[in-house]
Nanobody, 122 residues
Framework: QVQLVESGGGSVQAGGSLRLSCAAS??????ITWFRQAPGKGREGVAA????????EYAASVKGRFTISQDITKKTFFLQINNLKPDDTGMYYCAAGPVGYCPMSASRYSDWGLGTQVTVSS
């Protein structure tokens, strides 16, 4: 089991940028995925990374604006979000999932952080 702590959320205007961080308690070999949950909706996987080889995956809805990265030495994972839109508003979570591949379904993930809130105003 790995403990995850997100940070970096905030309130920004549309067009702005945020960098979210996810600190892990141990160096995970499992996929790390960022999910977001808009008010009244389910959790949507937006970006994922396989820590052992750095391979990344993105949801089509965010490709080109979201970038996931990692600092393995600090056991920290990042989500850079550019050109923020009001539809990006929601709680952002990081989660640890399977080893070696990254499904975008929240049901495949067992370890979750508590989330960090992102609010984008128009």
């Amino acid at each position: 089991q790995v403990q995850l702590v997100e940070s970096g959320g905030g309130s920004v205007q549309a067009g702005g940028s945020l960098r979210l961080s996810c600190a892990a308690s141990t160096s995970p070999s499992r996929c790390i995925t960022w999910f977001r949950q808009a008010p009244g909706k389910g959790r949507e996987g937006v970006a994922a990374i396989v820590p052992t080889n750095g391979r990344t995956e993105y949801a089509a809805s965010v490709k080109g604006r979201f970038t996931i990265s990692q600092d393995i030495t600090k056991k920290t994972f990042f989500l850079q979000i550019n050109n923020l839109k009001p539809d990006d508003t929601g709680m952002y979570y990081c989660a640890a999932g399977p080893v070696g591949y990254c499904p975008m379904s929240a049901s495949r993930y067992s370890d979750w952080g508590l989330g960090t809130q992102v609010t984008v105003s128009s």
